[in-house]
């Protein structure tokens, strides 16, 4: 009976991910039923009500006494999972909501197989977020990896995604097979592939080891580079982000890179930046290879986004440095001057969720109004529709990190990180790159109230589209305000030794 109530009590504690395998097979089910032609709106809704149920099984989690094992250690139920998790809830509850009624059959051909997609893609990143062991974390990525592959190809009759597909699925699978090579060297070190047992064994091992080490540490730099969009592995994006439709750009730009950014952020601290390898030279050389990709993620996004025209080439070159802007806090090693990397790592990443996703939200009302994707679409907005205008106004100002809104304190606090653990020439580039930025970022705010286009069709905004764009630009101006509520919500149910740290 013992045996009983603990398999039990695990399956529990599984039920955020658990709702959601449950509302994919139902949707997909129901999609196969339903006739060709009968309305298939009702399934976001129904796909929106699973990620906000598996949402209220994860902030039931939050702040556990002490965190939970599963599997052997493979999986783990802890505040920094938590946390990631609701991001990546949060992400895929904002991009289906603002989907439904929006989304056009010649967009998207299969509506019903968009909305039950986007969940088993939501779970792949949850199951990496709360991933032990290097078995269980490469299952969660290839299930995400996977269903992002078919939703980007879901405009198979444009050419334009047709190309953005077939260079994501071959290159996502070499970053892949990159990833399960570096992974390899790890189990032939040390004979495991539960993390912690790994960080032991090499850090045990000495020197002997420093050049499979070094192996392991850049392939899956590499390959993880790849996932999040870092220079130099970022070559892909802005086709992807093209091809793809704007929900599933989305969805990219924020859930996707925020699951690689957990599993980046939990191997580097799991495995190489702590134990018996910090007294190593190896330790110094890991975090500074990691702000050498993050400058140049911050200097080549924002460069290359100076000369963009189409709107999600320019949000993916955006991406790319906002990207730099979050490895930093991975970057700068937790010290006893600084020790909050992961509070600034999540504000920050919290705020480039709304920001982005009201952003896309903006995009879609345009593309709707005009078909059109290039920034000349936004001509003349704020004379067509005021309210869509001042909306789009605060989501740039958040996105260019102006003063009162979430991306600038979100980068105040980061910047402050480097500073404090005296990294200054990445403070000195995260500085530079921001001021580039708003040249661009301005772009937007000139062709709204500068340029004229008295002759475009009426700005037409969907009761979804038009509430995650004001919800959306709204916590963008809250973050801004009130950041010292969200940061030391963080600061509060986060511990360094019992949520990352797993030694």
């Known amino acids: 009976m013992e045996a009983i109530r603990l398999q039990l009590t695990d399956i529990g504690l599984l039920a955020p991910e658990l709702t959601l395998v449950v509302a994919a097979v139902v949707l997909s089910l129901l999609d196969l039923l339903l006739p060709r032609h009968s309305n298939r709106t009702w399934l976001g809704w129904l796909s929106l009500a699973s990620i906000v149920i598996s949402a209220l099984f994860v902030v039931s989690y939050l702040n556990p006494a002490e965190p939970k094992q599963l599997l052997q250690f493979s999986y783990r139920i ?26 056009k059959e010649e967009d998207i051909p299969h509506v019903g197989e968009f909305y039950y997609l986007l969940l088993p893609a939501t779970i792949g990143g949850m199951i990496m977020a709360s991933s032990g062991d290097l078995i269980t974390l490469f299952v969660g990525l290839e299930l995400l990896s996977i269903t992002s592959y ?43 592939t539960v993390i912690n047992e790994i960080n032991s064994a090499i850090g045990q091992a000495g020197k002997g080891m420093l050049p499979m080490i070094y192996l392991s540490f850049f392939l899956l730099l590499a390959g993880f ?26 969805f990219l730009a924020v859930v996707s890179k925020a699951a690689a950014f957990a599993v980046l952020f939990r191997l580097i601290y799991g ?36 000369r963009q025209t189409h709107m999600k080439r320019l949000l993916a070159y955006s991406g790319i440095a906002n990207t ?60 067509r529709a005021p309210g869509t205008a001042v909306a789009t106004v605060l989501l740039v100002l958040s996105l260019a990190g102006l003063p009162l809104s979430g991306g600038f304190f979100g980068k105040l606090y980061i910047l402050m990180g480097a500073l404090q653990t005296q990294h200054y020439w990445l403070a000195a580039v995260m500085i530079g790159t921001s001021v580039v930025s708003f040249y661009f970022y301005f772009g937007f705010i000139r062709q709204m109230f500068m340029r004229s286009d008295f002759e475009a069709q009426e700005v037409k905004v969907s009761l979804p589209l038009g509430i995650t764009m004001w919800l959306c630009a709204g916590v963008s101006v809250i973050l801004g305000l009130v950041p010292q509520w969200v940061l030391g919500y963080i600061e509060r149910i986060f511990s360094l030794t019992q949520d990352l740290f797993m030694f």
Do not use: C
């Open 78 to 103: 802890d505040d920094f999972a938590n946390i990631i998790k609701l991001i990546l809830l949060t992400g895929a509850g904002l991009i289906t909501f603002m989907s439904i009624g929006s989304v």
């Open 150 to 192: 078919i939703l980007v190809a879901m405009r198979k009759k444009q050419a334009a995604s047709n190309e953005g597909a077939f260079k994501y699925i071959v290159l996502g699978g070499v970053s892949s097979a990159v990833i399960l090579y570096g992974m390899s060297f790890l189990y032939g070190m040390s004979g495991s």
């Open 225 to 250: 580079g790849f996932k999040v969009a870092a220079a130099p592995f970022h070559m892909w994006a802005p086709d992807v982000y093209q091809g793809a439709p704007t929900p599933v750009t989305a």
């Open 271 to 306: 495995i190489y930046a702590v134990g018996d390898l910090m007294s190593q030279p190896i330790h110094q050389d890991i975090l500074t290879s990691l702000m050498v990709v993050a400058a140049a993620a911050m200097i080549l996004g924002n460069f290359i986004a100076l």
């Open 324 to 383: 730099g802007y979050l490895l930093v806090p991975i970057a700068v090693q937790f010290s006893m001057v600084h020790f909050s990397n992961f509070s600034e790592f999540s504000f920050y990443l919290i705020a480039y969720l709304f920001m982005n996703i009201g952003i896309f939200a903006v995009l879609m009302i345009i593309e709707r109004s005009t078909g059109d994707e290039a920034l000349k679409g936004l001509a003349g907005l704020y004379y």
